[in-house]
C-alpha cells in the first residue's frame, strides 16, 4: 500500500541543477527558450503594458541551470501543450493537484502516476479548472498515461526517465552520466553518437568505436534525431 501524498518531499539530488537552460530544451525536445520560460517565468508587453507570466510550476528553475525534476515537468508541460491546453490552465491543473496530492512537485510524484487521471476525467465543465470531462480524458489516455509510464520512481518521486520506452535502451538518470541521455549500462552518451552519425560515418563503425551493439546506436539515433529538438 502506498503512503500518504503528504510525506513526499523531493530530494536534493533531484532538484540540484544538473542542466543548462539550452541543454534542457535539448533533452526535453522543446525549442529554445522554452525551459526557462516555463520554469522561470517571462515578461512581454500587450497593448504597450508590461505583463507578467508566473511559471508553470512554483518552486521550478534556478538560476544556474535545471534540475532533473524541472525536466520532467518540462516534458509534462509539453505534451499537456501538444494536446491544447494553456500554460494558465497548466498551472491550474498544477496548483489543484499540489493541494489534491498534498505534494509542492504533484507531476513527478508516483502518486500522480496513480491518482491524477481521478483528477483529469471526473472534473466537469463548472469545475475550477474548466478543462471539461472529455479533453482530460483524452489528454490522460494519449499523452500522460504512456509518458508516466516511462517513468522509474524511487520513494514515490520520478528519478529516472527512459525517452523511447522501457523497451529502447536510452536513458535519463541523475544520478548516471551527469544526468544526460545515455545508452542504458554503458554511460555512452546519445549526443555524441550523434556528433558520429552527423559526420557520415557507419553505423557498424559507431558500435564498434563505442563498444556497444548496432541497436543500441541505432536506438541512440532515434531518440537524437526523432526526440530532441
Known sequence: MMSSASSYSVGPGLTRPLYSYAEADRIA??????????????????????HTQPPVSPNS????????????????????????????????????CQVSLKSNRPLVTETFKFKGRDIFVQISDGY???????????????????????LDYKDHIASRWWPLGRDEPVVVDPD?????PVI?????????????????????EIAQDFGVEVYQV????????????
Open 176 to 180: 548516471y552520466g551527469f544526468g544526460v
Open 128 to 150: 475550477l479548472m474548466n478543462v471539461g470531462r472529455q479533453k482530460g480524458m483524452q489528454a490522460w489516455g494519449e499523452v500522460l498515461d504512456p509518458f508516466l509510464e516511462t
Open 218 to 229: 541505432k536506438a541512440a539515433i532515434r531518440y537524437e534525431f526523432s526526440e530532441a529538438a
Open 184 to 204: 542504458a549500462g554503458t554511460g555512452v552518451r546519445t549526443e555524441s553518437i550523434a556528433e558520429r552519425v552527423r559526420a557520415k560515418e557507419p553505423v557498424e
Open 61 to 96: 528553475g534556478h538560476e544556474s541551470g535545471v534540475s532533473f525534476v524541472d525536466l520532467i515537468e518540462v516534458v509534462a508541460t509539453d505534451k499537456l501543450r501538444s494536446r491544447g491546453f494553456s500554460l494558465r490552465k497548466i498551472r491550474q491543473i498544477n496548483e489543484f
Open 29 to 50: 525536445g522543446v525549442s529554445k527558450g522554452t525551459s526557462k520560460r516555463w520554469l522561470k517565468g517571462y515578461k512581454y508587453w500587450y497593448s504597450e503594458v508590461e
